[in-house]
């Protein structure tokens, strides 16, 4: 099972013994991607979404304090179909520590000024937010935020707390045993369902104009 190979390789992180089990580590990328494979079949009835990814477990070191050379986890990404959709969806499973993540991990500058402004001039962000079956599932969003007001916004405005956000981000964890469930992937999709609300506003203000017109 991915879990147990997955722990072992924590303890054991080094090239000689990956090498030495090899043969159990294609067995459980195979497990892996089997549930992503049934997670994205799940998705795509619901929206429409580039091709799915999973990461790969060798992890760069180039430019890293951490030299083990392969990541504790499988992981794989659901991106949303551009130019006509934004944002992505996040599946990550690791023993102790397996999440769905989903949002905008990293806007660029336009697409950010765009999202700040829609949050000064309309609160249905703020509304979406507050629903309670999102706020139950996925608690409060999440993501880095400048410490003050980014320029060209008023630091008293209502809603300052979403304009700093540099990120929008939510994350629900899990126990590794859900993952292995027969309905897992009927649970994750019931998950971003109930993101769709987020990812349709988000997708609107950076595909249309001021106006309302589409760009695309």
């Known amino acids: 099972?991915?879990?147990?190979?997955?722990?072992?390789?924590?303890?054991?992180?080094?090239?000689?013994?990956?090498?030495?089990?090899?043969?159990?580590?294609?067995?459980?990328?195979s497990e892996a991607a089997q549930i992503f494979e049934r997670i994205y079949a799940e998705l795509i009835q619901l929206d429409a979404f580039e091709k799915l990814k999973m990461y790969s477990i060798?992890?760069?070191?180039?430019?890293?304090?951490?030299?083990?050379?392969?990541?504790?986890?499988?992981?794989?990404?659901?991106?949303?179909?551009?130019?006509?959709?934004?944002?992505?969806?996040?599946?990550?499973?690791?023993?102790?520590?397996?999440?769905?993540?989903?949002?905008?991990?990293?806007?660029?500058?336009?697409?950010?000024?765009?999202i700040r402004q829609a949050i000064e001039i309309e609160d249905d962000?703020?509304?979406?937010?507050?629903?309670?079956?999102?706020?139950?599932?996925?608690?409060?969003?999440?993501?880095?935020?400048?410490?003050?007001?980014?320029?060209?916004?008023?630091?008293?405005?209502?809603?300052?707390h979403l304009i700093r956000h540099k990120q929008f981000i939510f994350k629900k964890s899990f126990a590794d045993n859900w993952a292995l469930q027969p309905d897992f992937a009927q649970q994750v999709a019931a998950d971003y369902r109930i993101l769709q609300p987020f990812f349709q506003y988000m997708t609107d203000v950076l595909t249309t104009d001021a106006n309302g017109e589409p760009l695309f």
Request: glycine share 6%; aromatic share 14%; charged share 30%.
């Open 1 to 29: 099972m991915f879990f147990d190979f997955l722990s072992r390789l924590q303890a054991n992180n080094n090239r000689e013994w990956f090498e030495a089990n090899k043969k159990q580590y294609e067995q459980a990328k």
């Open 58 to 114: 060798y992890r760069d070191v180039r430019f890293s304090h951490d030299k083990t050379p392969y990541k504790n986890h499988f992981s794989a990404i659901f991106m949303r179909r551009q130019p006509h959709n934004r944002g992505s969806f996040y599946v990550h499973l690791e023993p102790n520590n397996s999440f769905i993540g989903a949002g905008f991990w990293g806007p660029e500058k336009e697409d950010l000024l765009r």
């Open 125 to 160: 962000l703020e509304n979406i937010l507050k629903q309670k079956e999102l706020t139950t599932s996925f608690g409060a969003m999440m993501g880095e935020a400048v410490k003050s007001a980014p320029k060209g916004f008023d630091k008293e405005h209502p809603r300052i």
